[in-house]
């Protein structure tokens, strides 16, 4: 891919499902998010706990919007932590992952905070710094790169 070339890279549309396999998320809506920086996953349960010397997160996903019996159980080392101000305006400091995003035949390592988004629509946003340099997002449109296996 040639990321000083804009027509070179892949369109994605404004909403994709995209797969965490390193999380064991095999399938989740994502919203591509231009107006976040950072890519954000919903959790409605998290937990901080030490493991090799340092801070984990344990978090539990619901991955499809509207089922509550799928749960997913996830750990992931925390690389940091970030206030980040939500769409209303306030302040919340999250933890910051690392995990592999996979989209369409891409995969890609992406920080995202992990926070409750039980009221919100989608499960995941990814933001702008994930697709700098990797894809276009074409407002117009919806799963232009595929849908993961269900």
Not at 114 to 131: E, H, Q, S, Y
Request: proline content about 5%; charged content about 25%.
């Amino acid at each position: 891919m040639d990321s000083e070339n804009p027509s070179s890279l892949p369109r994605a549309g404004w909403r994709e499902w995209v797969a965490l396999p390193e999380l064991g998320i095999e399938r989740i809506k994502a919203k591509m998010d231009t107006g976040a920086r950072t890519s954000c996953l919903h959790a409605f349960y998290t937990q901080v706990f030490e493991k090799e010397g340092r801070p984990w997160l344990e978090f539990h996903v619901h991955p499809s919007q509207g089922d509550v019996d799928t749960v997913v159980i996830c750990q992931s080392p925390i690389v940091d932590w970030r206030d980040v101000s939500d769409s209303g305006g306030h302040v919340e400091n999250r933890p910051v992952i690392l995990t592999q995003l996979t989209l369409g035949h891409e995969s890609w390592p992406v920080e995202m905070t992990v926070t409750n988004r039980d009221t919100m629509k989608f499960r995941m946003l990814i933001g702008r710094t994930a697709m700098r340099g990797r894809l276009v997002i074409d407002s117009d449109s919806s799963y232009l790169l595929g849908e993961q296996s269900k």
